[in-house]
């Protein structure tokens, strides 16, 4: 289930900020160097997924602390995951680190801040932020939220091809008829979120898009305008037009609205990108727990990227540089441009390590 391949991966939803290219990658890795004295490392555990999803408070905790409620929408706001939420996570792995539980749960640090974008807080007392913001979330159309539907994919991992169409599945089983419109929502199920979005009016001047809802609401979140010329001559198909992305948007809003949809993505996405990585960095034999959540970023833009990474860190004495190199080089099928996630990817692997070393630290004093 793959939500892009190599060579069509989100082309325009992520992309403010300079950092990553301001500086060295060099720099952004000794963060983690240094984060990481203390941390012992042992040959990772092969072991297989629980058989149960996210239990109810961790989840429960994610979506409060990721502004998630029944009437939420896709607003531009910084979100961040609690210090002390991240804590938990960690030390419970650290713990028991061949636990199935524990190494599902360690995902959604990943999620959050390595796909995501968010921040943490508060951040007194963390290390220096790699991406310069004091640990603070994304702002803007940029980053990905729980509620995003508007811009970049469907949520927290901006869900498309593939998994977009898996989730219309889903959606399909748990509500069936009972959205409006849904002969036609479900007709939309195979499309990519990027071509429906030229056809819906983004790639007209003036924008054709429409901005009230099947209810005659205007739709909770600020229009994007005008896609970009390079943009819709990728895109724009004339296969579905401004009433379909009504429709979509509607819809979508609603199932995102639902604890069950949301429910479904974050586990979906722990299943199809998180365990996957993990197997393979497992059956390395340097691997750490810190490539995973590198590699599980990667495969959320490319599997094909993913798995052509690893082969460069396996004969690398620095699998994180090498990870993060060839996930923007051209003989990975990656781009320039994905070094500006660098930097988010990389508060995931230090707060880890920050955590971790504490833990450590707690159970060599219990000793």
């Known amino acids: 289930m793959n939500q892009r391949t190599a060579t069509e991966e989100e082309p325009m939803h992520e992309g403010s900020g300079s950092w990553g290219f301001a500086r060295p990658l060099r720099l952004i890795v000794c963060i983690a160097i240094l984060s990481s004295a203390n941390v012992a490392y042992a040959r990772m555990p092969m072991v297989e997924p629980p058989g149960q999803p996210i239990n109810d408070d961790l989840l429960d905790g994610f979506l409060r602390q990721g502004g998630w409620s029944q009437t939420a929408d896709d607003d531009p706001s910084a979100r961040q995951l609690e210090a002390s939420y991240i804590k938990g996570i960690v030390d419970a792995y650290v713990a028991k680190p061949s636990d199935p539980k524990a190494i599902n749960d360690l995902g959604l640090v990943g999620l959050a801040l390595a796909v995501a974008e968010w ?7 963390l290390p220096d932020d790699p991406a310069g913001k004091n640990w ?42 009972s959205l409006p419109q849904a002969t036609r929502f479900y007709q939309l199920q195979g499309i990519n979120f990027d071509r429906l979005y030229a056809d819906g009016g ?166």
Not at 119 to 125: K, Q
């Open 202 to 367: 983004h790639c007209n001047r003036p924008s054709t898009v429409i901005v009230i809802d099947l209810n005659g609401k205007p739709f909770g979140y600020v229009e994007h305008g005008y896609a970009g010329d390079r943009y819709c001559g990728i895109y724009r198909k004339y296969k579905t037009n401004e009433e379909d992305w009504r429709i979509f948007r509607h819809n979508m809003r609603l199932v995102l609205r639902t604890r069950e949809g949301q429910a479904y993505l974050i586990n979906a996405w722990l299943k199809e990108y998180w365990w996957p990585s993990y197997r393979k960095v497992a059956g390395q034999p340097n691997g750490k727990i810190e490539d995973v959540i590198i590699n599980s970023r990667i495969r959320n833009s490319s599997p094909v990227t993913a798995n052509c990474t690893l082969g460069k860190a396996r004969s690398s004495g620095d699998a994180i540089s090498a990870q993060l190199n060839a996930y923007a080089s051209k003989d990975c099928h990656g781009k320039p441009d994905h070094k500006r996630r660098w930097p988010y990817m990389m508060r995931a692997v230090v707060v880890y390590r920050f955590y971790a070393n504490h833990q450590l630290a707690e159970q060599t004093r219990q000793k």
């Open 136 to 177: 603070g979330g994304v702002i803007g159309a940029d980053g990905k939220r729980l509620m995003s539907y508007s811009k970049g994919a469907i949520g927290v991992s901006h869900a498309d091809s593939d998994s977009l169409a898996d989730f219309f599945s889903f959606i399909k089983k748990d509500r069936g008829d």
């Open 119 to 125: 921040g943490v807080e508060p951040a007194d007392g």
